[in-house]
């Protein structure tokens, strides 16, 4: 052995999960350099400017539900109903996509309690292809609507979307009316449905079951609409308010009830769980 390699060799290297790369987290909003396990500690919220970092439904499972929790298996769908092809083929960014989830599609359901009240919570994942509702998100949301149903508990869903799958043409904008009306059978059953929406919520979700909620909550600085900023702007040729399509300025021109710290979101819902449904206490 060469005098280099007994050098090298000695050299203490850090394991894979402590190199540069995943010791620290940069923040998005004010660029700070965060240690990563402080910035999971704090529930993925920048400890410096409180910036609220999009996270995946088993995350948000494990901030928002009791131990114990149930996750729903996810739905059968037919897929790439359309053939779609533009620079890819549909098939191959689904896959794309699960390989970097670790999911089957944009939303997953999970059911147990929070603080001891039952509920279905339901969680869209932004980093499976922007959130985006096609036959899978509609036919989960469907199933986490009856699966409240069911339980005689309420629904709980985080919103995070761009909008429509353009991939699956029409179908896509078909589960708008589709969420509509389980909405109505959960309503029609006396319970309540509850939105949480994250940043971003946009598109065919805010045109539909993300602006339906009995009672409407949302992140701070989550940036909610339908059709982009600078669209609106080109459209009606003036300069939008500052903070235009952010949660704090939809609660104040009162298009939503409430904004919430994530550290406060599971006593939150808890507290309006209770005052909605007192009886879903779990025994």
């Not at 894979?16 to 620290?24: I, N, S, V």
């Not at 089957?104 to 509920?119: H, V």
């Not at 003036?238 to 021109?253: I, N, S, T």
Request: charged share 25%; glycine share 8%; aromatic share 8%.
């Amino acid at each position: 052995m060469s005098w280099l390699n007994r050098v090298r060799n000695s050299i203490p290297f850090l394991p894979k999960r402590e190199t540069a790369e995943t010791l620290w987290h940069k923040c998005r909003a004010c660029n700070a350099m965060i240690f990563t396990r402080e910035w999971e500690e704090n529930l993925f919220v920048c400890p410096r400017c409180e910036h609220h970092d999009r996270i995946g439904p088993r995350p948000r499972f494990q901030q928002i539900l009791d131990p114990g929790y149930t996750i729903l298996p996810p739905p059968q769908v037919r897929e790439d109903p359309l053939k779609f092809r533009d620079s890819k083929r549909y098939t191959d960014r689904l896959k794309a996509a699960r390989t970097a989830t670790g999911e089957g599609d944009a939303l997953m359901n999970a059911r147990g309690t929070i603080e001891g009240r039952k509920a279905v919570v339901g969680v869209q994942d932004f980093a499976f292809m922007g959130g985006s509702m096609g036959l899978a998100v509609g036919a989960a949301f469907v199933d986490g609507v009856r699966a409240a149903i069911a339980d005689h508990a309420p629904y709980v869903i985080f919103t995070a979307a761009g909008g429509a799958r353009m991939q699956e043409g029409i179908l896509s904008l078909m589960q708008m009316p589709r969420t509509t009306v389980a909405i109505s059978e959960l309503k029609e059953a006396g319970l309540p449905y509850l939105v949480v929406l994250t940043d971003p919520t946009t598109g065919g979700v805010t045109a539909s079951y993300a602006m339906l909620g009995d009672v409407q909550m949302a992140e701070p600085g989550a940036l909610i609409g339908f059709a982009g900023a600078r669209v609106i702007e080109s459209t009606i040729r003036e300069k939008l308010p500052e903070g235009f399509q952010r949660a704090e300025y939809l609660l104040a021109h009162g298009m939503i009830d409430m904004v919430v710290h994530r550290k406060d979101l599971r006593e939150r819902l808890a507290q309006v769980i209770g005052y909605l449904t007192p009886e879903a206490k779990a025994a």
